[in-house]
C-alpha cells in the first residue's frame, strides 16, 4: 500500500544529486537555494517524506500530527488530487486529517482558491448542497441549510456569481415565486422536456403547448392563440 502511495507521488524532477527539484527547494516564503546555505544546513538534521521518500529539511516540510514529514512537492500533489476526488478529501496521514492552515501555506494561489472551494463544497454534507442548476456551470453555491434560522425558511436563496441567478434552496432549482418546490421541481422537469422536444410555452399564461398539427398557428387552453414563427401573441382572429 506504502509502495503503491510513493510510485503515484513520486515527482518526475529529481536531480541527480537526489534531492528534489534540482536542488532548489521554494520555501513558504518563497525561493531558497540549498546549496548556497549547504555549510549551515548540511548539519541540521534531515528527515524523510512520507510521500515520496526523499531526504529533506523539517524546516521545508508539513508536519503532520502523526509526526510524519510532506516535503513541499507532495503536499502540492497531494493538494492538487484531493480538489479533483472528494474520496481523497481531506489529505490525511495515518488516518488523521492534516490541517488546512498547514496545507495552504505550500500552495500557489490558484491551487489554495481550489483548496478553499473543495473544503467549503466536500465539508458540506452531500444532501445538502445547492448547485447551480445551469448545466453549463454547475457551480457549487453552499449549504441549504447553513446560515442563520432566516435563511433556512421557504424561499431562501443562493446567489450563482457565474451566471447571476438565484437558486432555491428547498428545490435546488431556479428561484420561483408562486408555486411551492414540488410544483417548482414538476414544472422545471416539464420545461427540461419541453425544450428537448421544441414544445413551445403560451406568451400569456406560460402553459405548456405541443405543437401536434401542420401549421403554426396554436391555441393555447386560455384561449389564447399565438403564432409559432414570429413567436408572439397575435390578434384572435374569427376562429
Ligand atoms: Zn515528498
Ligand atoms: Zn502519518
Ligand atoms: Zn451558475
Ligand atoms: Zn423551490
Ligand atoms: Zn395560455
Ligand atoms: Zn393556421
Not at 192 to 204: D, F, G, H, V, Y
Amino acid at each position: 500500500m506504502l509502495n503503491l502511495f510513493v510510485a503515484k507521488l513520486r515527482p518526475p524532477n529529481l536531480s541527480s544529486t537526489g534531492m528534489p527539484h534540482g536542488g532548489i527547494a521554494k520555501s513558504r516564503q518563497g525561493t531558497r537555494s540549498y546549496r548556497g546555505t549547504q555549510f549551515k544546513r548540511s548539519s541540521m538534521i534531515r528527515i524523510e517524506c512520507v510521500g515520496c521518500c526523499d531526504t529533506v529539511l523539517p524546516l521545508d516540510c508539513l508536519q503532520a500530527s502523526c509526526d510524519h514529514y510532506f516535503c513541499e512537492g507532495c503536499v502540492v500533489t497531494l493538494a492538487g488530487i484531493c480538489v479533483k476526488d472528494e474520496s481523497s478529501f481531506p489529505m490525511k496521514c495515518c488516518k488523521q486529517p492534516l490541517k488546512s492552515s498547514d496545507v495552504t501555506p505550500f500552495l500557489d494561489q490558484n491551487l489554495r482558491m481550489l483548496y478553499a472551494a473543495a473544503c467549503l463544497e466536500f465539508g458540506t454534507p452531500a444532501g445538502e448542497r445547492v448547485y447551480c442548476p445551469q448545466p453549463k456551470c454547475s457551480a457549487f453555491l453552499g449549504s441549504a441549510v447553513a446560515g442563520p434560522r432566516s435563511h433556512q425558511l421557504a424561499g431562501a436563496t443562493l446567489t450563482c456569481q457565474n451566471c447571476r441567478i438565484a437558486v432555491c434552496t428547498g428545490c435546488k432549482e431556479e428561484a420561483h415565486s408562486g408555486e411551492d418546490c414540488e410544483e417548482n421541481k414538476e414544472m422545471q422537469a416539464t420545461r427540461k422536456l419541453a425544450e428537448e422536444r421544441n414544445w413551445k410555452s403560451c406568451p400569456k399564461c406560460r402553459a405548456i403547448v405541443e405543437k401536434t398539427e401542420g401549421c403554426n398557428h396554436m391555441v393555447c387552453r386560455c384561449t389564447e392563440e399565438f403564432l409559432l414563427q414570429m413567436w408572439g401573441p397575435m390578434e384572435t382572429k374569427n376562429m
